[in-house]
T-cell receptor
């Protein structure tokens, strides 16, 4: 119940195309859904995040779409660039008692061809 | 203060040896987290500190693992009697509030147990 399922495992798009990564969760206690971008040898970096009372959030070329009833959310990268080539992780935040933690998906390796 | 610092960046150790990693969070962040990331997987939660109090430990954190955060500043993660299965990237993150502004991750310590 604490899993976050992410797909696809890998994605190849052409420069200028749209990259779409999907995630699904089961636990309705999750209350914050961030996306992280990770380059080789680096830690994950926060890209964009959304709360379940919002259906869409856009920041520049990055958009999160959130479907609370379906318990699904997705990341759309518009006008994908070679510099976007990285591994992307969706995550969900859970607070229990006095603690908080992130549950991550398994990641999507995005390759943007020039 | 430009981010979360982790030391060392890489550690190769023989099976059975003890290792200790250090994390220096962003100075004003009172929350500190340790995660473990294996190849091709998303980070997995290990433990959480609020100031100097360790408020949650994952079941992944066996008795061989111990973490401290004296005086609510830097944190250390020690692994005793290392096993090959401990080989992973150990990530530290910090945050100011309930992750609302996102966690800031360090670049991690890559542990290889031979």
């Amino acid at each position: 119940q604490q899993q976050v399922k992410q797909s696809p495992q890998s994605l190849i798009v052409q420069k200028g195309g749209i990259s779409i990564i999907n995630c699904a969760y089961e636990n309705t206690a999750f209350d914050y859904f961030p996306w992280y971008q990770q380059f080789p040898g680096k830690g994950p970096a926060l890209l964009i995040a959304i709360r379940p009372d919002v259906s869409e959030k856009k920041e520049g070329r990055f958009t999160i779409s959130f479907n609370k009833s379906a318990k699904q959310f997705s990341l759309h990268i518009m006008d994908s660039q070679p510099g976007d080539s990285a591994t992307y992780f969706c995550a969900a935040s859970m607070r229990t008692g006095g603690s908080e933690k992130l549950v991550f998906g398994k990641g999507t390796k995005l390759t943007v061809n020039p | 203060d430009t981010g979360v610092s982790q030391d060392p960046r890489h550690k190769i150790t023989k099976r059975g040896q003890n290792v200790t990693f250090r994390c220096d969070p962003i100075s004003e962040h009172n929350r500190l987290y340790w995660y473990r990331q294996t190849l091709g997987q998303g980070p997995e939660f290990l433990t959480y500190f609020q100031n100097e109090a360790q408020l949650e430990k994952s079941r992944l954190l066996s008795d061989r693992f111990s973490a401290e955060r004296p005086k609510g500043s830097f944190s250390t993660l020690e692994i005793q009697r290392t096993e090959q299965g401990d080989s992973a990237m150990y990530l530290c993150a910090s945050s100011l509030d309930w992750g609302i502004y996102g966690y800031t991750f360090g670049s991690g310590t890559r542990l290889t147990v031979v």
